[in-house]
């Protein structure tokens, strides 16, 4: 969506919350294939995405745990699972902040 059509959608929504122009530059990186990003969110973007990426509870541990910098490793021994279910929860976690970051919310 262009950015009018995103700002007329979330007004209609009753949302008026305007992308943060740092997740506008990222947008265009993750368009380039290979391109892929941490979790080194500013505080506003962190907001945005917590509210509008519809995250699950575990996805908002791990995304939590990652913004501190845990490792893998670490975060597994924290919630009680194995190393790959981490990867696999980071991965969903990445392709819902894809789309809250291409579609909107």
Do not use: W
Not at 82 to 93: L, W
């Amino acid at each position: 969506m262009q950015d009018k059509e995103l700002l007329l959608y979330q007004e209609q929504k009753g949302k008026t919350m305007e992308r943060p122009k740092t997740v506008k530059q990222l947008e265009k990186l993750l368009v380039e294939k290979g391109k892929h990003f941490d979790f080194k969110f500013t505080d506003n973007e962190y907001k945005y995405f917590m509210e509008n990426a519809r995250f699950t509870e575990i996805e908002k541990k791990v995304l939590n745990l990652r913004r501190e910098e845990k490792t893998i490793v670490a975060i597994a021994l924290k919630l009680g699972t194995c190393e790959s279910n981490v990867n696999k929860i980071i991965k969903r976690i990445k392709r819902k902040i894809v789309m809250c970051i291409m579609f909107g919310d």
